[in-house]
C-alpha cells in the first residue's frame, strides 16, 4: 500500500564506516520523519522535514545527519558508525495532519 | 520525554476475546493515531481520530478520545491470531504536526 521505500533493508558494517541510508517516497509528502526504534521499544524520532532544503532535529540526539533536496528523496548519513548506532532506522512521510506512510526500515548492525 | 504512553505494556489473550488498549497523552493535540507493528517491520497504520472527535470505528477497530482525561483507548473485538503485533499510539502534541510515538503494548492472541 505505501509507495515509501527504504534501503538497505539489512545493513552490517564495521566501525568507522561511513554509511547512507535511503528513504523515498512517490507520493509527493512535504513530510518526512527518520525514527530510530530498537527491538520491542519505542520509536525516538530524530529527524524530520518541512519540505525541500528543510531538515530539524528531532528529540532523540542522533550524530547522523539528513539532506533534502529533493521531495521524494530524504537520506540519513553517519560519517562514521559505531557499535551504539546498532538499531533499526525507520523513515516515513505524511501530509499535513494526516496519517504517515512508513517504510520497511533498515536493521543496522555496527560491528 | 514521550508524549504518549501505551497500557498495559503486554498483553495476552485467548483468539475470539477482546483487546484493549489504552494511550495517555500529556498535551492539547490536533488529532491521534494509532499503528500496528508486526515483529521487525515498518508500522502501518490503522485509524486517525482528530480532536474533535470522540469515537470513530473501522471494521473490528473502534478507537474513543476524551481529550479532557488527555486518554484514547483501541479496542479489537473478536480477536484473531493475525492480530498479534504491537500497537501505538501517536500524536502531534503543540500543532506540529510531528507523530510522537509511545511505548507501545504488545498483544499475543493464542489461536
Known amino acids: 500500500e505505501a509507495d515509501i521505500y527504504q534501503t538497505p533493508r539489512y545493513l552490517v558494517i564495521g566501525t568507522g564506516k561511513k554509511i547512507t541510508l535511503e528513504c523515498s517516497q512517490t507520493m509527493g509528502h512535504d513530510k518526512m520523519y527518520w525514527y530510530q526504534q530498537d527491538p520491542g521499544m519505542e520509536l525516538h524520532l530524530i529527524h524530520y522535514?518541512?519540505?525541500?532544503?528543510?531538515?530539524e532535529k528531532g528529540d532523540l540526539s542522533s550524530e547522523s545527519t539528513v539532506s533534502r533536496i529533493r521531495t521524494e528523496h530524504f537520506p540519513l548519513t553517519l560519517e562514521s558508525a559505531r557499535p551504539s548506532h546498532t538499531s533499526q532506522y525507520l523513515c516515513?512521510?505524511?501530509?499535513?495532519?494526516?496519517?504517515?506512510?512508513f517504510g520497511q526500515g533498515t536493521r543496522l548492525t555496527v560491528v | 520525554s514521550q508524549q504518549g504512553e501505551e497500557d498495559p505494556q503486554a498483553l495476552s489473550i485467548q483468539e475470539g476475546e477482546n483487546a484493549t488498549m489504552n494511550c495517555s497523552y500529556k498535551?492539547?493535540?490536533?488529532?491521534l493515531q494509532w499503528y500496528r507493528q508486526n515483529s521487525g517491520r515498518g508500522l502501518v497504520h490503522l485509524i486517525l481520530i482528530r480532536s474533535n472527535e470522540r469515537e470513530k470505528h473501522s471494521g473490528r477497530l473502534r478507537v474513543t478520545l476524551d481529550t479532557s482525561k488527555k486518554s484514547s483507548s483501541l479496542l479489537i473485538t473478536a480477536s484473531r491470531a493475525a492480530d498479534t503485533a504491537s500497537y501505538f499510539c501517536?500524536?502531534?502534541?503543540?500543532?506540529?504536526?510531528?507523530?510522537?510515538f509511545g511505548r507501545g503494548t504488545s498483544l499475543i492472541v493464542h489461536p
Open positions: 516515513a512521510s505524511s501530509e499535513y495532519g494526516d496519517r504517515a506512510f
Open positions: 522535514s518541512y519540505g525541500v532544503n528543510s531538515t
Open positions: 501517536a500524536t502531534d502534541a503543540g500543532g506540529s504536526y510531528i507523530p510522537t
Open positions: 498535551t492539547s493535540i490536533n488529532n
